[in-house]
């Protein structure tokens, strides 16, 4: 059946954020009206949408009204208010990732017992309720250092996830339901994004690597291609597809894995909605992931995943020390290198390492690409006025 995409048709997209926005923008391209739910009315996204409704995703009225006013509701976070979206789909309202798949990915615990279900590689895990009770298995030699806590809910960015190497980290346990699982070793780690529509058409983007800035616990250069060999390349995309075919997923799903130093490959986490990793693709694939997610939930053909050349992505994270109105530094310089593309995201404020923007950098070699991102590292800075 056609799809109908008319100009009346109106998509909701929760949160308005940078991932918002680039949404927004791909859905620009199409035939369709886009309303952005967030509280803040200068995020990102709402200089661009169609409509801006002011309003809480955690909110149960919020969403539930704004879902009234749209024709098909997606989001760009997880934390949404899960009983609003299961009511309205209950409704009828047509949601994209489905609710009852955010549910369990919304809670890391339910997602780790999903992995276990389904046999899919993933550190192995305990639950805890609280700090106490993690402090008591320890003592009692239920639990060995090292291990990594995560709370269940509301984690991001890395904060949320705590890792206990030792006695020393004791005090940086988390309180909270949480999950404790085995520190992996890791040698890389990696994310692929993969798309699926109701036809259960399944494509996956080229794998990226992620480089860390422990300080900030935010990715701090993404390369893509990875350079990995073919054998782990075609057992990290099976995995991709097993999860999202599992998951029965209509949208987009970000797998971020881990590599250890013995080559096994292990799921992290998953994320339904376009994800930091696939910043790049808006230049350096045929079909960028926000194309990739309409087309998905919209149960279109699914779109070349072809990359069109190496790139490395770089987020522009807000100066340490600078709280205040933005103003950035070294734009000019930047934009005469060839193959810079520089996306800043509108937020009125930085505040230290606050994603701000982030800059894509193609070029004919991964290496080259590299030596130019490390030029824009340098240049490129968002401070306060
Ligand atoms: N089991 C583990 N072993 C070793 N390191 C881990 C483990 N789990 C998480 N980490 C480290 O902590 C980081 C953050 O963990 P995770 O991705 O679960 O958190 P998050 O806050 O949900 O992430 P995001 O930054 O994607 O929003 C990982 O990218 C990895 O560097
Ligand atoms: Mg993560």
Redesign the pocket.
């Known amino acids: 059946m056609e799809q109908l995409v008319t100009s009346e048709f109106k998509l909701g997209i929760i949160a308005g954020g940078q991932l918002g926005k680039m949404l927004v923008l791909a859905a620009s391209n199409w035939d369709v009206k886009t309303f952005v739910l967030d509280a803040d009315e200068q995020c990102p996204a709402s200089t661009c949408c169609t409509q801006f409704v002011k309003g809480n995703h955690l909110d149960f009225d919020d969403v539930y009204n704004f879902g009234k006013m749209v024709d098909m509701i997606t989001f760009e976070i997880e934390s949404v208010n899960i009983d609003a979206l299961k009511k309205l789909k209950q409704e009828g309202k047509r949601i994209n990732p489905d609710p009852d798949i955010l549910e369990i990915i919304q809670d890391?615990g339910l997602q780790k017992q999903f992995y276990a279900q389904h046999k899919i590689p993933s550190?192995s895990f305990k639950l805890f309720n609280n700090k106490i009770e993690i402090e008591n298995a320890l003592r009692q030699g239920e639990l060995k250092f090292p291990f990594?806590q995560?709370l269940c809910k509301g984690?991001?960015?890395?904060?949320?996830?705590s890792?206990i190497k030792n006695e020393n980290d004791i005090n940086n346990l988390l309180e909270g339901i949480s999950v404790i699982?085995?520190?992996?070793e890791?040698a890389k780690?990696i994310s692929i994004i993969a798309a699926r529509n109701e036809r259960g058409e399944v494509r996956c983007f080229p794998i990226v690597e992620?480089e860390?800035n422990e300080k900030a616990?935010?990715?701090e250069k993404l390369i893509c291609p990875a350079s990995l060999n073919d054998s782990i390349v075609s057992e990290a995309i099976d995995l991709a597809i097993k999860i999202i075919s599992s998951l029965n997923l209509r949208g987009i799903l970000a797998v971020?894995m881990?590599l250890d130093k013995e080559n096994k490959i292990?799921i992290?986490?998953v994320?339904p909605r376009p994800h930091?990793s696939g910043h790049h693709t808006i230049e350096s694939i045929v079909t960028s992931q926000y194309e990739q997610l309409l087309r998905a939930i919209f149960n279109f053909p699914l779109g070349s995943t072809q990359l069109k050349l190496p790139a490395v992505m770089i987020n522009l994270l807000g100066e340490p020390d600078h709280d205040g109105a933005v103003k950035y530094e070294g734009i000019t310089e930047c934009m005469s290198i060839d193959g810079v593309k520089i996306h800043l995201y509108g937020k009125k404020k930085t505040k230290p390492f606050r994603k701000m923007g982030h800059v894509t950098v193609l070029a004919s070699t991964i290496n080259e690409a590299i030596e130019k991102a490390e030029i824009v590292k340098q240049k490129l800075k968002a401070k306060a006025w």
């Open positions: 890391k550190s990594v995560k984690g991001y960015d890395g904060k949320g996830v890792v699982e085995d520190l992996v890791i780690e992620m860390f616990n935010l990715i971020e881990f292990w992290n986490e994320a930091n």
